[in-house]
């Protein structure tokens, strides 16, 4: 059975950093593309970023390119969302999540079946 616990989130005022981890188990760790979404209130989920199986290939939502970054540490079964010059829509429950077929891309959010139980950003004055 995949499980995935993030965390890591909390209040921050903007421009300020947050760093979340999503530990995850029930299968082979590297095999999996992973990734970060978010959902704020009143609104749909959405991708924040991805990272193939192998960590060689990152792909980011517009709103948070050159300010959040995806990384994956294969021997210890962990996903890291390091977010930077943090701004009030960032605000959301952040959500770690993971691809249903091994060797892809996490660019696609059709193929992230599986989900952690999410982590709360809250980033204001």
């Known amino acids: 059975q995949v499980q995935l616990v993030e965390s890591g989130g909390g209040w921050v005022q903007p421009g300020g950093s947050l760093r979340l981890t999503c530990a995850a188990s029930?299968?082979?760790?590297?095999?999996?593309?992973m990734g970060w979404f978010r959902q704020a209130p009143g609104k749909e989920r959405e991708f924040v970023a991805g990272i193939m199986w192998s960590g060689g290939r990152t792909t980011y939502a517009d709103s948070v390119q050159g300010r959040f970054s995806i990384s994956r540490n294969n021997a210890n079964n962990t996903v890291t969302l390091l977010m930077n010059s943090l701004k009030p829509e960032d605000t959301a429950v952040y959500y770690c999540?993971?691809?249903?077929?091994?060797w892809g891309l996490g660019n696609r959010r059709i193929d992230f079946v599986y989900w952690g139980q999410g982590t709360q950003v809250a980033v204001s004055q």
């Open positions: 029930g299968r082979t760790f590297s095999r999996y593309a």
């Open positions: 999540a993971t691809e249903g077929r091994p």
